[in-house]
């Protein structure tokens, strides 16, 4: 391999370096499954979608998503030689709903108006699932430090990320306008950056209150916490503000003893009142007209401007597209990933923006609940909304029932993580890329293991006695 590389730089074919690392990688695929996952969770923040850049019309992000393609041939693989993952994790509650909404959007690929496009989003989907939740899992049970490894490998390449893009932001003044694309091209927009900054912040901070650590240790998760915040703060992400304060309020809600039902009542109760008086709450809407600004409290006031800011219009645009194609094909949906090239006939010239488009180069439908009710019918919705209430009754649980105050503010982090991007899913939808599927699966994967722990225990207990 050392020959090879050397004779590729000879020939000044700088390509073939790659090959050694390549068949190390290849090596630790088969041989060391763990310096795998690390080396893939390390990059995801750092990966860059070439197609961004212009350089080709594949959509990957690179190199993360061939390797997790690889990843998904390769466990293929190993399950239809006889290997299987731990039973416990299979018969979990939470692996059954993710099972099941997988399934379904498998079966809405055959009516798409878009099959291949359809096959690429369940594909993509498997690999991002098999890799983050399945594998991840399984080395969680395997080895518990795994866990906080985890999140230091997103950790410290996010705090890279954080870096480019405050130095770049720093150039142009920390300006909202620069605010919104100078995290190119490692993320795509200031959306999904600010998401991934939220989704972090909550078990970086419960890692900094872990008594166990050493004061070094905790100091430099500490340092990570500020620089996430700041990140946040400058990423001029609404949604990401909005979604911590939501589950701010949720973790007051459970400290202070709130259970489960009562709060999921209490929800579908307030989502009622919300449909029954949504023409008035429209109105009272429009008197807003704060556009979005550089100035942190006119941004804030913008949020709730439904007159005149475009990215509030033209996601109300989205949605009514959304709501008028489940209304077309309200049971099996237009197919997975087949929004952006459907969309535009639905569109009404009232809701039309002056950043609306007809060539399905601006995204999809801004929401990870519509957005699989126009292409997955009915069912992809209730399976969206099946994981919330398996997620938030896990975390409830987990809360309630670990005896340990450690791992239960541990379990309240990564919980907290989660239900984060659930709430900035109204307004955007990530799980299509690397960057927000690492998090997300890989968070619930640690919440199912110590469920799984937590029962494995109270068995041994209830034997014991």
């Not at 290849?26 to 990059?43: E, T």
């Not at 909550?202 to 209150?209: L, N």
């Not at 400058?234 to 911590?244: D, F, G």
């Not at 809360?399 to 919980?415: K, S, V, Y």
């Amino acid at each position: 391999m050392l020959l090879l590389a050397a004779a590729g730089w000879w020939v000044d074919v700088p390509y073939v370096l790659a090959v050694p690392v390549a068949a190390l990688l290849a090596y630790w695929a088969f041989a060391r499954l763990d310096l795998y996952m690390g080396i893939v969770l390390a990059l995801v923040p750092l990966s860059i979608n070439l197609s961004v850049l212009g350089l080709t019309s594949v959509g990957w992000y690179m190199p993360t998503e061939p390797m997790l393609f690889a990843l998904l041939l390769l466990s293929c693989a190993r399950w239809l030689s006889g290997e299987r993952l731990d039973r416990t994790l299979w018969k979990h509650p939470v692996t059954w709903v993710i099972l099941a909404g997988f399934l379904w959007m498998g079966l809405t690929i055959l009516p798409s108006s878009h099959p291949v496009v359809s096959l690429k989003a369940w594909i993509s989907r498997a690999w991002f699932m098999v890799a983050f939740y399945f594998l991840l899992a399984a080395w969680f049970q395997h080895s518990p430090k795994a866990q906080t490894r985890f999140l230091a490998l997103l950790l410290v390449s996010m705090c890279v990320v954080v870096t480019y893009t405050i130095v770049r932001h720093a150039g142009h003044g920390f300006g909202k306008g620069a605010g919104h694309w100078v995290m190119k091209p490692f993320f795509k927009d200031h959306t999904s950056y600010g998401a991934v900054l939220a989704m972090l912040l909550p078990p970086a901070i419960a890692m900094v209150w872990r008594k166990h650590k050493t004061s070094l240790a905790r100091v430099l998760w500490g340092f990570g916490v500020v620089w996430l915040s700041v990140g946040t703060v400058l990423s001029y992400t609404r949604a990401a503000w909005v979604s911590l304060a939501a589950v701010g309020a949720l973790w007051a809600a459970m400290k202070l003893g709130v259970r489960l039902k009562p709060l999921l009542a209490a929800s579908v109760v307030a989502l009622g009142g919300l449909a029954l008086s949504w023409d008035a709450l429209v109105v009272q809407l429009e008197r807003n007209n704060q556009d979005s600004s550089d100035n942190f409290t006119q941004h804030i006031e913008s949020i709730s401007n439904v007159s005149t800011d475009d990215s509030n219009l033209e996601r109300l645009n989205r949605w009514s597209c959304a709501l008028a194609m489940f209304e077309e094909r309200p049971f099996w949906g237009w197919g997975p990933g087949t929004y952006q090239f459907e969309y535009a006939p639905f569109q009404t010239s009232t809701l039309r923006t002056h950043i609306s488009t007809n060539n399905a180069d601006l995204g999809n439908a801004h929401s990870e609940y519509l957005g699989p009710l126009a292409e997955q019918g009915i069912l992809g919705l209730l399976a969206v909304l099946g994981l919330l209430v398996a997620t938030l009754h896990l975390g409830f649980k987990l809360h309630r029932t670990l005896i340990d105050p450690e791992r239960r503010a541990w379990a309240m982090g990564l919980f907290l993580g989660i239900m984060t991007y659930f709430v900035h899913g109204v307004l955007n939808n990530f799980l299509d890329t690397d960057k927000a599927s690492a998090p997300f699966w890989g968070f619930l994967a640690i919440l199912v293991v110590m469920d799984i722990r937590r029962s494995n225990a109270e068995e041994k207990t209830y034997e014991l006695t």
